[in-house]
């Protein structure tokens, strides 16, 4: 599920807060509270540093409590997942399933901004 706004990113963590152990119908762990938190106050941080360039985010939960955030743009997507303490970032060259996966350190915001920057202009 997309979102575009801090409100709608807030309600949809929100609910993810709900899901119970085994949500995916196997034997997923819950969203972590620190990773819901963590995940709620990096895109509020982020999407004022994107502005106008801001595409919609699908947010989902890992296997493990993290919390899954990514961005399509032309056939390229920007995932990011967030565990309440770290964010690792990847790069996806395409949608075939033998595409290029590269990993892509976030340790700012200025690198997100950067891997954003590579998402919107490798499909330009």
């Not at 895109?43 to 947010?59: F, M, Q, T």
């Not at 955030?69 to 395409?94: F, P």
């Not at 997100?112 to 920057?117: A, I, M, Q």
Request: glycine letters at 8%.
């Amino acid at each position: 599920m997309t979102h575009k706004t801090t409100a709608d990113i807030h309600a949809w963590l929100e609910h993810m807060s709900t899901w119970p152990e085994g949500w995916n119908g196997y034997n997923a762990l819950p969203p972590k509270a620190e990773a819901l938190a963590h995940t709620e106050r990096w895109l509020n941080e982020i999407i004022p540093l994107l502005g106008e360039r801001w595409l919609p985010v699908n947010i989902t939960a890992g296997g493990q409590g993290d919390v899954a955030c990514s961005w399509s743009y032309g056939v390229y997507t920007l995932e990011a997942i967030l565990d309440g303490l770290t964010i690792d970032c990847m790069k996806v060259w395409g949608r075939d399933v033998n595409c290029l996966i590269t990993d892509a350190g976030v340790e700012t915001h200025e690198d997100f901004v950067l891997l954003w920057n590579w998402l919107l202009e490798e499909n330009a």
